[in-house]
């Protein structure tokens, strides 16, 4: 590994680049998607190559190569400084890339690796979840049950002298019921996903999915939609992981100071919600699904405190955001493969548990809704404004739970719905995701206590 | 290449079948993809991406498997066909599969899906053109505090597939992209907008008009505000037609969706689903289409498709296996992303017929109500609720546009969108996955605070 990306670097570099990196990645995945009890998806693929980086005076370049030999490299390192050379002349902003330089060997050992699990054990598996929904009532007519594994060795280094060796192992389990009765059909979904082997889905709660889903889409039959206006909102930490992520973090990418696209751009160092509102973004939580030693730079990762006691003070940054913004690298540079860029992306985002009781804070809302669980969400920086969609809530009529209602979308604006959160309660749970970003998906996680957002408009049919 | 390419699936598709695969598919495709990003006004980064991979799907019995790598040597070839046949034997068995599709006619021509102008483009005539179109939006935003990002893609590439059943199928296309977003703050406020043009020929691109549209647009969203909400008509452009019935309605009339009762048009074949004066057709063979193609991700050629006609649903998205399940012939809408994805249902050049007049003369015609000129929201595609911000829109008084919109959402269920179609405008325009014109629905629920 060292050789092929030692010759890919020295080409770029003979060739006139004042800096170069290269990622080179081994990665074999299973997908298997069930569907009413048939395989309809059996998936394995294995993605292997190299993406290579060029830099010189401000301008980048790009490659990538599946030949990994010395002279495949080579001849990548050398195009690829060759279209930086031609880059940069186009290039009005002039910086040089500087960063710390680690070397680092990381090995992750799973209890129960991918690899050692055969097929049929894992379509038992699955088959299992996927009958779950089926046994929990009459009116479930469809199931859809998907297994995900991935295994990644990552080899990062840089003409710094920067080289990292990474394992990675990622399970995920999704469940989707449908429910009919008559003509009303509802359709929810329940995902797991953490950092570890086999053995994590082998726990109770990824095992009991398919009747979590099944109970969500048979109790959404005797839901309503919900009324268009202005309402107080308790977000559950499923959502108000969403919430941070979509109203806050994607801000906070570093990236966007440079190319002047995040509304946040002046408030660095400024508050920008009550002083009672932490948020954070960290990668080196435990056995989370966004967490990693070393971002796809080769830069430790560290927690980032994204806003602390309600003012912004810190970004997430690749090696580049940093020296331009003359900030310290936190590790926050990643890649969905080794066919793409790395960017400033997030990993396990999250608001800090405040001091409120969950019950408490219900009790205190007179006319609201407890909107749970999500379905998507996103966001333009630039403009300021996000916007996300809660699977399923409740109204909220006097400090009571009533009604159920279902796919409720707030709207809102990323300068100003911090400053409307008033209650953030004690209690904290995180929930998996996928990210997307300029065509790039990760894996990460978001997720925070329940909190309530004061007025804020609520989308209804 | 494609020689090349051909010959690399066929082998595949031997060594598949000597694992036991009892019928074997590869697709194969090789791409060079070369791209220019423009950061605050200047360009930052290029980049060339050359891919090239395989994707194997091996049928043992009803038993399906897939395996793909992202290259096309030998040794790694040989652990996807292995590995496809692997999943094969261990899957549970699909009885409601038949067979692989099989076709040895000839696929139909399709003309304007490769220019040559894209394949000889350099890198110093990619810059210039990205160079023009955000000088374009610069100068139509002078004396502001703009920051333009851009990115320019063109890309040319080959695609093969093979199967056991005597399917073979090779195609050669290009195409480019590109758009400019200004970001522009002015008196404390901050806003961007854009501007994008997708196409198979060099020569529908014009650098200019996106540079200066972009701005246009932008500007138009400065001085947003909220309104009185209630229920309101709304004008949907090409870019919200595109994310509700580009995504939420050919989505719904996907019969993989349908056939599991997971759609919110299931049950509604044959029957009025809509106003009159929408009509949708699914056209895999029109010219120059950035959807077209001869044959689709199974090999099985391409056809023109009506989905929507006098309001009744004429026909879904089919692909082999859920026609097959249905017993009709396969309407050549199976889709994959690359040699990496297994085959699914999608639209092809999903078109909306066009109707009367410009987006000024609905507006006009109208009178009150918001125009939503993008959204990022799709509806539930199992209940039909669509619940979707106002990314960029405006409302109109009178039959003239008043002021930009923040904070602002419509709701309405799918099935009632499609029966309020009241007006389709004559504006057509491709917008991503649908070509469109403007569309009016009589009323909606809209939120704003």
Known sequence: MEDLAHAAIEAAITTGSTFADVRIENTVTTIIEMTDGVTKKSIASRLKGAGIRAFIDGAWAFAQTTDLTIKGMRGTGESVAKLAKATKSKVNEKFQMDGPVFNDKIRFKPKKPFSDISVEEKIDYIKRIDEQPRAYDKRIVNTRTVYGDLWTELYIANSLGTCVSLENALPRIISVSTAKDGTNRQRAFKSYGVRGGFEKMELEQPQTIGQESAKIAIDLLSSVSAKGGTHDVIMDPVLNGVMVHEAFGHACEADNWPAHTTVLEDKVGECVGPDHLNLSDNPTMPGERGSFEYDWEGTKSKKRKLVKDGVLTELLHTLETAIRLDMEPNGAARAQSFMHVPLARMSNTLMEPGDWDVEEMIADTKDGVLLCSFNYGYTDPSKGQFMFQASHGYLIDNGEIGQMVRDVSLAGQILDVLAKIDAVGNDFRMDAGTCGKNGQMIPDMSGGPHARIRSIPVGGM | ?449
Not at chain 2, 9 to 14: Q, S, T
């Open chain 2, 1 to 449: 290449m494609k020689e090349e390419l051909l010959g690399i699936a066929e082998r595949a598709v031997k060594k598949a079948e000597g694992f036991g695969a009892d019928q074997v598919e590869v697709y194969t495709s090789s791409s060079r993809t070369f791209s220019i990003e423009v950061e605050n006004n200047s360009i930052k980064s290029a980049s060339e991406q050359r891919d090239a991979g395989c994707g194997i799907r091996s049928v043992v019995g009803k038993k399906i498997g897939f395996a793909y790598v992202t290259t096309v040597q030998e040794d790694d070839l040989l652990e996807a066909a292995e590995m496809s046949v692997r999943l094969a034997k261990a899957s549970l068995p699909d009885p409601d599969f038949v067979t692989l599709p099989s076709f040895d006619g000839a696929y139909p021509e399709v003309k304007g899906l490769y220019d040559q102008e894209i394949v000889d483009l350099d890198s110093e005539e990619v810059a210039d053109i990205i160079i023009r179109a955000v000088d374009a939006a610069r100068f139509r935003l002078e004396g502001m505090n703009v920051a333009v990002e851009a990115k320019v893609s063109s890309s040319t590439g080959t695609k093969v597939i093979v199967n056991s059943l005597g399917i073979n199928g090779s195609a050669d296309t290009t195409s480019i992209w590109m758009y400019t977003e200004p970001i522009i703050k002015e008196d404390g406020e901050q806003t961007s907008s854009y501007e994008v043009q997708l196409s198979r020929n060099l020569k529908e691109i014009h650098p200019e008009w996106i540079g200066k549209a972009s701005a246009e647009n932008t500007l138009s969203n400065l001085g947003a505000k909220i309104i009185e909400g209630g229920e309101l008509p709304v004008v949907l452009a090409p870019f919200a037609v595109d994310t509700i019935l580009g995504g939420g309605f050919a989505g719904a009339v996907n019969a993989e969706e349908v056939q599991y009762g997971r759609s919110y048009i299931a049950d509604a074949l044959g029957e009025e689903v809509s106003a009159q004066h929408l009509r949708i057709v699914d056209d895999g063979i029109m010219e120059s289409g950035i959807g077209s193609r001869s044959f689709d991700a199974e090999g099985h050629p391409s056809q023109r498709t009506e989905i929507l006609d006098n309001g009744v649903l004429k026909s879904l998205l089919h692909n082999s296996y859920t026609a097959n399940k249905d017993n009709i012939e396969s309407t050549g809408n199976a889709s994959r992303a690359g040699y990496s994805g297994v085959p699914s249902i999608s639209s092809s050049n999903f078109i909306v017929a066009p109707g009367k007049g410009t987006l000024d003369d609905l507006i006009s015609e109208v009178g009150k109500g918001v125009l939503c000129r993008f959204t990022g929201d799709r509806p539930n595609m199992t209940t039909g609720d669509l619940s979707a911000m106002i990314m960029e829109g405006s409302y109109f008084e009178n039959g003239e546009i008043k002021h930009p919109l923040r904070n602002t959402l419509i709701g309405i269920n799918m099935r009632d969108l499609l029966k309020r179609v009241e007006m389709v405008g004559a504006d057509t325009r491709v917008a991503f996955s649908i070509i469109s014109p403007s569309v009016v629905i009589r009323s909606a629920q809209v939120t704003s605070g």
